[in-house]
Structures are given as structure tokens and as C-alpha cells.
């Protein structure tokens, strides 16, 4: 079965950077894709990027194309989420989470059924 660790988060001013971890294992790596989602106080989790693993295709929601990074070391299991030019509205708890997929996902990649979740890094933004 597929584990997911993440780690990473923390208090930040705005403009601020943090890199978000995401440790796999159980699961044969080039065979998944992982996500990055987020969910705020009071709000719906949304999507914030994916990176599949097998072809290293990226995605990332409007609200953080330009800031936010996705990249993968398939040599340590893991997918790293780059954070730069913070803002308050970033504020949320950050969960990746896994999908046995290969190739392209598309556009709707943050609707698709991801099996498997971490356990969520908290990300704040101070003003």
C-alpha cells in the first residue's frame, strides 16, 4: 500500500519561500502521480499542482502558476513542492497524495481519485 510523508511547512512572511516534501513508499514510484492539495479554514480542499511520475508531465492550478514548483528525485521516492512569493491566501494545510497512474493526466487531474493522502503539513503566511 502506498505511504505518503509530508513535511516541510511552517510560518512565513509574505513573499517568503518554503519547500514542501513528499516522501512515497509501498507503491513502485514511476507508477503514480502525485498531487498537492490544500485546504484552508472554512474552505474546500483544492488542488495545487501534480507531477506524474512516469513521463514527469506538470500541472498547476491558476492561483499559483508562476510561484509554485513541482518536481520529483526518483532516486529518494520523493516530490518536493517549491513555494516562492507567499501570500496570506496560501495559508492552509498542505497534503500530497498519490495516484496509480502513467502518462498525461490533463487538465483534470485535481478531479481524479486519489487513493492515498499524507497527513498534511500546515503552511502560514503572515501579512
Known amino acids: 500500500e502506498v505511504q505518503l510523508q509530508a513535511s516541510g511547512g511552517g510560518l512565513v512572511q509574505a513573499g517568503g519561500s518554503l519547500r514542501l516534501s513528499c516522501a512515497v513508499s509501498g507503491f513502485t514510484f514511476d507508477d503514480l502521480a502525485i498531487g498537492w492539495f490544500r485546504q484552508a479554514p472554512g474552505k474546500e480542499r483544492e488542488g495545487v499542482s501534480c507531477?506524474?511520475?512516469?513521463?514527469?508531465?506538470?500541472y498547476y492550478a491558476d492561483s499559483v502558476k508562476g510561484r509554485f514548483t513541482i518536481s520529483s528525485d526518483n532516486a529518494k521516492n520523493s516530490v518536493y513542492l517549491q513555494l516562492n512569493s507567499l501570500k496570506p491566501d496560501d495559508t492552509a494545510v498542505y497534503y500530497c497524495?498519490?495516484?496509480?497512474?502513467?502518462?498525461?493526466?490533463?487538465?483534470?487531474?485535481?478531479?481524479?481519485?486519489?487513493?492515498?493522502w499524507g497527513q498534511g503539513t500546515l503552511v502560514t503566511v503572515s501579512s
Open positions: 507531477i506524474s511520475i512516469s513521463d514527469g508531465s506538470t
Open positions: 497524495a498519490a495516484l496509480r497512474w502513467r502518462g498525461l493526466l490533463g487538465h483534470g487531474w485535481h478531479s481524479f481519485r486519489y487513493d492515498y
